[in-house]
Structures are given as C-alpha cells and as structure tokens.
C-alpha cells in the first residue's frame, strides 16, 4: 500500500506565501514524477506543476515564476513553493505521484493525497 499524505494548506492574504508539502510512504520501490495539481469548486482538477525523478520540472504557464517544485528523493517528499498568491489560487491541491511499487515491480501507477485546501483572501 502508498499512501500520499500533504501539509501547509491554509488561508492566506493575495499576495502572500504558502509552502505546501507531500510525503509518500509505503511499499515504494521507484517514484517516477511527483506532481501537484489543484481543484477550485466546480471546476476540473488541473495540473499546477510537475518534477521528474532527475529535477527536470514544468509548469502551468499563469504559475510560472510564482511557484516553484521541489523534491526530495531520498525522503520521497515533494513541495509546493507558492509565491504572490492570487484569490484565483484558491483551491484544493492535490499530491500525485508515479510510483511502482515492491509488490509489482516495473508498474508504475497514479496515487493521490486527500488535497489540501488553500485560500487566498483579497
């Protein structure tokens, strides 16, 4: 079993900061990309940014230069560095990660965290 777990959600005024946080955990052989997207009510989830197991990272172009990915391989953590925060982040984000587990090696699946709410005030 994976388990995703994030942390740092939370309400913050535009303009502002917020770091969000995921760690995997479990049977975990190989991550491949972590990635955070974000869901705002009634709205589809979308991808926010995303980190290759070598660093490369990409970016929604509206988030790019206000975000910014990072992970930590060896803790199997990623982060969410989130700078001059809009009231149009507002949203539930969400950890996913690529992982191929012990019990089946060489198949990688999706696994998701349970979203973290974060609210940009103006």
């Known amino acids: 079993q994976v388990q995703l777990v994030e942390s740092g959600g939370g309400l913050v005024q535009a303009g502002g900061s917020l770091r969000l946080s995921c760690a995997a955990s479990g049977s975990i052989r190989s991550i491949s990309s972590m990635s955070w997207y974000r869901q705002a009510p009634g709205k589809q989830r979308d991808l926010v940014a995303l980190i290759t197991s070598g660093g490369t990272t990409r970016y929604v172009d509206s988030m790019r230069g206000r975000f910014s990915i990072s992970r930590d391989n060896a803790k199997n953590t990623v982060s969410l560095q989130m700078n001059s925060l809009k009231p149009e982040d507002t949203a539930v984000y969400f950890c996913?990660?690529?992982?191929?587990?012990?019990?089946?090696?060489?198949?990688?699946?999706?696994?998701w965290g349970q979203g973290t709410q974060v609210t940009v005030s103006s």
């Open positions: 996913n990660a690529v992982i191929a587990t012990t019990q089946a090696m060489g198949v990688f699946n999706n696994y």
